[in-house]
Antibody, heavy 120, light 107 residues
Framework: QLQLQESGPGLVKPSETLSLTCTVS??????????WGWIRQPPGKGLEWIGS???????YYNPSLKSRVTISVDTSKNQFSLKLSSVTAADTAVYYC????????????WGQGTLVTVSS | EIVLTQSPATLSLSPGERATLSCRAS??????LAWYQQKPGQAPRLLIY???NRATGIPARFSGSGSGTDFTLTISSLEPEDFAVYYC?????????FGQGTKVEIK
């Protein structure tokens, strides 16, 4: 059974960089059959796609966040990561990692999510 | 960027009733639309993909329909565990977007 688990600091100061890691177990992150994504949800609000990364290394980012986002993969650790720079209180959210099937548009497996609060 | 608009924002129904949720895209997405269910404190769960295909383990009371710009998620007879928030989602030009959600609440 595939499992995804987000990890990282729960509190980040304004103007600093938010860094999260998603550890994938029960399957290989290196498979060309999948892509990997980050989605966030501010408290009490809806879902916002942050970005996705494919096996080839190609990355796609939400245009509204593109200048601040970097997503990367570490195949040796079966992990992928999110970095979001220059954070503000508006970046406070539950951050989810998820898996998508190549050539499909949906995310079929999700992590449980991790709350990141931006505050001094 | 394709915008997904869900309606209504809130649907108040009783168990056993039929729920009809709408998702409208600002441009055609063909049949490339998914639906998710989210309960408080939980991650979203995939219900429907490619507009009308149920994901693994999803009960038959959930069905999806539509193509182009207009899509519908139908829950034929609401069970107590179906009261939740539902989101539609699409991907176009390597950009994924979600609708703002419809909350199905107990009347």
């Amino acid at each position: 059974q595939l499992q995804l688990q987000e990890s990282g600091p729960g509190l980040v100061k304004p103007s600093e960089t938010l860094s999260l890691t998603c550890t994938v177990s029960g399957g290989s992150i290196s498979s060309s059959s999948y892509y990997w994504g980050w989605i966030r949800q501010p408290p009490g609000k809806g879902l916002e796609w942050i970005g996705s990364i494919y096996y080839s290394g190609s990355t796609y980012y939400n245009p509204s966040l593109k200048s601040r986002v970097t997503i990367s993969v570490d195949t040796s650790k079966n992990q992928f990561s999110l970095k979001l720079s220059s954070v503000t209180a508006a970046d406070t959210a539950v951050y989810y990692c998820a898996r998508g099937l190549s050539k499909r548009i949906h995310f079929d497996y999700w992590g449980q999510g991790t709350l990141v609060t931006v505050s001094s | 960027e394709i915008v997904l608009t869900q309606s209504p924002a809130t649907l108040s129904l009783s168990p056993g009733e039929r729920a009809t949720l709408s998702c409208r895209a600002s441009q055609s997405v063909s049949s490339y639309l998914a639906w998710y269910q989210q309960k408080p404190g939980q991650a979203p769960r995939l219900l429907i993909y490619d507009a009308s295909n149920r994901a693994t383990g999803i009960p038959a009371r959930f069905s999806g329909s539509g193509s182009g710009t207009d899509f519908t998620l139908t829950i034929s007879s609401l069970e107590p565990e179906d009261f939740a928030v539902y989101y539609c989602q699409q991907r176009s030009n390597a950009s994924w977007t979600f609708g703002q959600g419809t909350k199905v609440e107990i009347k």
